[in-house]
Structures are given as structure tokens and as C-alpha cells.
């Protein structure tokens, strides 16, 4: 059927939809200019009208509001009685279509959404609405929609698309690769199992992920129940401790069997949260806890020690926001309360009953600290900037720019890596500065689309993880493998 939509005085647009007799649905837009565009990019079609109950003349309402017709298969036009409405006339007919990609180049993973370029007989482009093209994957590995969205791996892939009967020549594209790999997964921490050479990553949803870094998949699933957050693991290889904030909690699993040894709670008569963990060196049955507020407006945090899930007397307690990151150096145990403009920072030292704060420095950062890493007696930041202690202060600026990046020390290499999420100088990719001179010693770009990266972690002699969201806020996990920084 075609559906007169809307009719105005001669000249005027009418947009009716048209029912082919071949089952598939088109969208009419009827005017006096076979190439005028409505705001929904409907097909623009003209006709010779013939109907004398409508306004007659050249580019007249084709008929009375409301009215049905059919769209017949030769092309004529019909009431439902079948009197002849007209016929369509050259400026509607579909001549020649072809595919035409906007972006170049296209990337491993990128969401690209292709266009079918529609020439009638007089060789005028005229749009089309998406449901008014048939699109075909020929061959490649992609996903392509039924409105041309294509997402395809490295490689080539062919496209053709077919409007009204006429098909376009296929349009090879090749799709360049980035550097990395790639699993859409939404997380909450990642923690590299050296001892079982695996990647470990938690979700929201209460699940702990096993990842293969060379295929870029998840090969298991523990599902450990609950809000998971944050994650780390005994120095040993033997324990992971999990967070779980929705029942507030600590659940330890053995990373032989990845069951679960035990849980304990965090402490009773309070609303705090684990906002960051870390493991001791040498003690793996013993773990830092950061507990904040969940409201991040309260600026109270409280940093304790848990020996085999028994809070020890000895807690470092400050009235400023709670760090989300923990890191020992050593029995130093570094935290900075990121996300936040002013970034306290603050050392502890582990002792057998507790923690004893040693220092605390208010860091004035250009801007927040989004992650750190550390290095003998620095830590290196980011934005990228270095510490030193103690006591706690500035010691270098490796950037003038303000970089949002994440951050992992590299003791084998000598190097600090920052996985920089597009630099104000066009630069996206890991870069390496060396540990002692903090001069850039290499880096390598990568084709990374997107202007955040999370918890860069190590995961083997030259290799690399790190989380991030795509444009539309779905989870990925990112693997960059083959990682040499020439010296």
C-alpha cells in the first residue's frame, strides 16, 4: 500500500509509504524536486499524476489526504479499485546504485556505517531511508546490519548493497589492523596470574574472568556472586582476594582450583566499602583493605590490615577522599586518592600488628591522578608525572601536557609504560620512560579510537592489558602483544 502521509498546496512535499507487490517496503516522498531530502531521509520519487480528484498540475498533491493506493509491480499506481493514479516517472527510478564509505581508514573493530549511493535515470543522487536498501556481506570477516553498520576483524571484506531490485558493484574495504586485540567485556579490575600465566578480571555483575590474551577470549568463568570491584593477588600466586561491595565483603580464592577458600566481612556498625586492595610481600594470607565512604562526598577513608580475615588492631584512618589503588614497594605501601582535584598521598609502613602512617603530602596535580605505578622509590603517575619519597613530593614532569593514561612499572625493561588515550599532540599508543633518567626511551602508536585507559597491567616479557569503554560505554578489554622498546 501507499499511505498519503501529508499533502500541502501545488508544488508542496507529500510523503506517502509504498507496499511493493514483491513484499519489501519503501518510503515515498512525492514532490515537485526529485532530489529534495525530508528530515527522516526518506526515498524521493516523483510522479505524473493522473488523478482528477487530487490538485491536478505539474508536481501537484498525487491525492487526497489519508487516501490508500498501490504500488504496482510495473509501476503504475493504483486506488484501491483500481482506478490509475499515474505512473512514476524517471527522476523516482533507480538507475545505478553504489557503496560508498566515509571513513578511511577503517580499523580492526571500528563500527562504520556505509552508504548507498542511489542515481536515477537522469543520474541525479537522490537519499534513501535505511529500510529502503538490502545490504550483503560477500565475503570477510565482519558483522554488517540491515542498515549498513559494518564491524569487521583485520582483513578484507566485500559489501554490496541493493536498492529497488538494482544491486551495486561489491566494495572491497580493507581493514587495518591496530596493534591490539580486543574482547567486549565489561570489567572492574584486571590482575595478571604470573604463576599460571592467565590474565584474572572481575565484573560488576559477580563474575571472575580467566582470559587468554592470545585469542582474546574469556576461558572461564568463576561466578563468584555479588558486586565485584577490585582485585589482587598474593605475591605467591596461591590466593586472589576479591572485593565484593554489594554484601560488603572479601572472598579469597585459590588460584590452583579458582574455588573459593573463604570470606570475611569488613567491618560490622559502618557503610564503608573496599575501594582498593593490596597484597603484602611474603604473606600471603594478609591483605591491605582501602575503605571509603560510598558516598564519595564524605571525605573519610580507613586503610586495614586483614590477617587471614581478622582486621588488626593497627589502621591508618584520614579525613580525605579514599584511594581507589594500593601498591607496595617493598613493606611501603603507596596510596593516592584519585579522581579528585587535590591528590593526598600517603606511606605506609606494614608492621606485624597493623600499619604505622609514616608520611602524607598533599599532591597538586595539574589536574586528577587517574592511576600510578611503583618503582623503587618512585612512583610514577598519571598524568604523567614522578614522586619520590620520603618524603612524599614532585620529582620530575615528563609531560607539559595534561594525559589521561594508565600506568605500569616494567622492572625487567627498566621502564615506566603509560598507555596514553590520545595525547593533545595526536599521539594514542604505550610509551616507555626509563625508571632512573625518566627520559623517553621508545613507544608504540596504536590505532586506539577512544580517550580512556584503565588498570595497565603487565602480562608476560612483552605483552600488555588494559580496560577501557567504546563510544557507546560498552566494556573492552584490550591485549597488546609483540611489545619492544629498542634502547
Not at 482506478?83 to 573493530?109: C, H, K, R
Not at 573496599?274 to 604473606?283: E, K, R, V, Y
Not at 603487565?458 to 584490550?478: D, I, M
Request: some cysteine.
Amino acid at each position: 500500500m501507499v499511505t498519503l502521509v501529508g499533502a500541502g498546496p501545488t508544488g508542496e512535499d507529500v510523503l506517502l509509504r509504498a507496499d511493493r507487490i514483491g513484499g519489501e517496503t519503501e518510503p515515498i516522498h512525492y514532490t515537485s524536486a526529485s532530489t529534495a531530502l525530508t528530515g527522516e531521509h526518506r526515498l524521493v520519487v516523483s510522479f505524473q499524476t493522473a488523478n482528477p480528484g487530487g490538485i491536478p498540475g505539474p508536481g501537484g498533491v498525487l491525492a487526497t489526504i489519508d487516501m490508500h493506493v498501490r504500488l504496482l509491480a510495473n509501476g503504475t499506481l493504483a486506488l484501491p479499485d483500481g482506478s490509475s493514479l499515474g505512473t512514476i516517472s524517471p527522476q523516482g527510478q533507480v538507475e545505478s546504485v553504489t557503496v560508498f564509505n566515509w571513513a578511511s581508514p577503517i580499523f580492526d573493530m571500528d563500527r562504520v556505517q556505509l552508504e548507498a549511493i542511489v542515481r536515477n535515470t537522469l543520474g541525479q543522487v537522490f537519499p534513501i531511508s535505511a529500510d529502503a536498501a538490502q545490504w550483503q556481506l560477500v565475503s570477510g570477516n565482519a558483522t554488517l546490519s540491515p542498515t549498513g553498520l559494518i564491524q569487521a576483524k583485520a582483513g578484507t571484506v566485500s559489501v554490496r548493497v541493493t536498492v529497488d531490485g538494482v544491486p551495486s558493484e561489491p566494495l572491497v574495504i580493507q581493514i587495518q589492523g591496530r596493534g591490539f586485540e580486543s574482547l567486549n567485556l565489561a570489567t572492574t579490575d584486571l590482575a595478571y596470574d604470573a604463576l599460571h600465566h592467565r590474565l584474572l578480571a572481575t565484573s560488576a555483575d559477580g563474575k571472575l574472568y580467566v582470559l587468554d590474551q592470545a585469542k582474546a577470549t574469556v576461558t572461564q568463568t568463576v561466578h563468584v556472586g555479588g558486586r565485584l570491584e577490585h582485585l589482587a593477588l598474593a605475591k605467591d600466586g596461591t590466593r586472589a582476594f576479591v572485593a565484593d561491595n554489594e554484601a560488603r565483603r572479601i572472598v579469597v580464592l585459590n588460584l590452583d582450583t579458582l574455588a573459593i577458600e573463604s570470606q570475611f566481612k569488613l567491618a560490622e556498625g559502618d557503610p564503608f566499602i573496599a575501594t582498593g586492595l593490596a597484597t603484602p610481600p611474603n604473606q600471603p594470607n594478609r591483605v591491605v583493605v582501602a575503605l571509603g565512604h560510598p558516598d564519595s562526598s564524605v571525605p573519610t577513608f580507613r586503610v586495614t590490615l586483614y590477617d587471614n580475615g581478622v582486621a588488626l588492631p593497627e589502621s591508618v584512618e584520614r579525613q580525605f577522599a579514599a584511594p581507589n589503588k594500593l601498591e607496595f614497594s617493598g613493606t611501603d605501601l603507596i596510596g593516592i586518592s584519585t579522581e579528585v582535584s587535590s591528590n593526598p598521598a600517603f606511606l605506609i609502613v606494614i608492621r606485624e600488628h597493623g600499619l604505622l602512617l609514616r608520611d602524607t603530602a598533599e599532591y597538586l596535580a595539574r589536574d586528577f591522578v587517574t592511576d600510578f605505578a611503583v618503582a623503587g622509590r618512585r612512583i610514577f603517575t598519571s598524568p604523567l608525572t614522578v614522586l619520590e619519597y620520603s618524603p612524599l613530593r614532585t620529582e620530575a614532569q615528563l609531560t607539559d601536557s595534561w594525559v589521561r593514561s594508565s600506568v605500569a612499572a616494567d622492572f625487567q625493561g627498566d621502564v615506566a609504560v603509560y598507555m596514553i588515550a590520545q595525547e593533545p599532540s595526536g599521539f594514542t599508543g604505550l610509551r616507555a620512560y626509563d625508571l632512573e633518567t625518566y627520559e623517553k626511551v621508545g613507544e608504540i602508536p596504536l590505532a586506539f579510537p577512544w580517550n580512556e585507559a584503565f588498570d595497565l597491567v603487565k602480562t608476560g616479557a612483552h605483552s600488555y592489558a588494559f580496560r577501557t569503554t567504546n563510544y557507546e560505554q560498552q566494556g573492552l578489554v584490550c591485549f597488546v602483544s609483540n611489545v619492544e622498546f629498542p634502547r
